[in-house]
Every structure is written in C-alpha cells, then in structure tokens.
C-alpha cells in the first residue's frame, strides 16, 4: 500500500543552523510534491511545489528536493528563526489531473533562539 | 483576497447526535476538499467536489458522513449519528480547476470537533 513518512520525532535546533526535513515514500509515482506549514489551532499553508522532472527547488531560505530514484525529499530553512517552529507536512500528487493530495503525518520543527 | 472560511470552529456533542459544518472556499476556486485530521496524523482526504460534482469520496465513510456543495461554491459536511472515533479537525480547502497549474490548495482554519 502507498506509504509516507516523515519523521514523527520533533526536530529541535538552535537559530541561525539549518534545519532538514525528511519526506519518504513507497509504492507511489507522484508527479508532484509539496510542502506545508501547519501551527497549532490553523490549517496548513502552501510553501513549495516540486515536480518529479526538477531535482531542486528554492524560495527565499528555503530549499526542497526531490529524488523519485530515492523515493524521497528533503526540506530545507535555512538560517532558522523561532517564528520557523511549526509542523510541516509533506504531501504527495499522483499523475492523475484529480487535485487529490496524500499528507505524511508531518515534522514538528522547534527553533530555539 | 479572503481565505477559506469554515463555522463553527468547535463543537462538542455527544456520541449518536448529529453535527454540520460549513465551508465558503476562495471565490472562484471550482475545487472543493474536506479533510479529517486526527491529533498527530496528516490530513487524510474525506470528498473532493469539482463545481457541484463529486470527484473523489472514496474514504468518506458513507454511512454516516455526506456533504453537498450546492451552486458550486459553499459546501456543508454532515455527521449523522456520530461515534467516538470521528473526534478530530474538520478542514475544508479550496484550489484552482486542476490542469490550469495551480495545484496549491488554500485551508481553512478547521472544525475542531469532539464527541463525548
């Protein structure tokens, strides 16, 4: 069955380091992968997309890539900053032209000034 | 240019009562999406409404959730009766017509909804 994961464990780091955030996939060929924020109490926001044909992604401090060989991406915030503490999500798009997203179960992300 | 509006934002009830909630996604958004997210988990996708009609329900648990969108743009999701288990965030989001490249889709604050 299609699986995604993230890391389920909080990812604590000091500010100004960079923070990286794993998303893992199998049995899914997505042609599209994105990341979202999430605070507590709101829904999630859009951040970046990525294609399967674009190996890397950037938007102000932050990066994302994607290898399909490796079933896996990697997101990126560069400089972090205490306001960066929130849950990220990653989310898989299937090659159909449905519009219909599968979430991992997302990383908690806690910057520490 | 307003967000995706979702009512109530909480709501208590009881097992085997009934509850609604309402969703005013982005106008001009043709793309409508429930979700249930459960404390700790990602979103997982109940219906998918393309304008009126329905393009994906296939997690939504039919004998006792339904949800319309009339007129192509509010939508309403309802639980009748409700069990213990259907305690989570209710999000409603809302996105372009898919094929236009505008993949992203726009959330809501969510339901957070309770069954005692």
């Known amino acids: 069955s299609q699986k995604i994961e993230q890391n389920s464990e909080a990812l604590n780091i000091q500010e100004g380091k960079t923070a990286t955030l794993t998303c893992n996939y199998t049995n899914y060929s997505p042609a599209y992968l994105q990341w979202y924020r999430q605070d507590p109490g709101r829904g999630p926001v859009f951040l970046l997309l990525i294609r399967e044909n674009e190996k890397e992604k950037r938007k102000e401090r932050l990066k994302v890539t994607f290898d399909t060989t490796l079933k896996q991406s990697l997101f990126h915030i560069t400089a972090s900053q205490p306001a960066d503490s929130a849950t990220y999500l990653c989310?898989?798009?299937?090659?159909?032209?449905?519009?219909?997203?599968?979430f991992g179960q997302g990383t908690t992300l806690q910057v520490k000034p | 240019e307003a967000g995706v509006a979702q009512s109530p934002r909480y709501k208590i009830i009881e097992k085997r009562q009934s509850v609604a909630f309402w969703c005013n996604p982005i106008s001009g958004h043709a793309t409508l999406y429930w979700y249930q997210q459960i404390l700790g988990q990602g979103p997982k996708l109940l219906i998918q409404?393309?304008?009126?009609?329905?393009?994906?329900d296939s997690q939504l648990p039919k004998d006792r959730f339904s949800a319309e969108r009339l007129k192509g743009v509010d939508s309403t999701l309802k639980i009748q009766p409700a069990k213990l288990e259907d305690s989570a965030v209710y999000l409603c989001?809302?996105?372009?017509?898919?094929?236009?490249?505008?993949?992203?889709?726009?959330f809501g604050p969510g339901t957070r909804l309770t069954v005692t």
């Open positions: 409404f393309q304008n009126n009609g329905v393009v994906d």
């Open positions: 989310a898989l798009y299937g090659s159909s032209n449905t519009g219909k997203l599968i």
């Open positions: 989001a809302s996105s372009s017509m898919p094929g236009q490249g505008a993949y992203e889709q726009y």
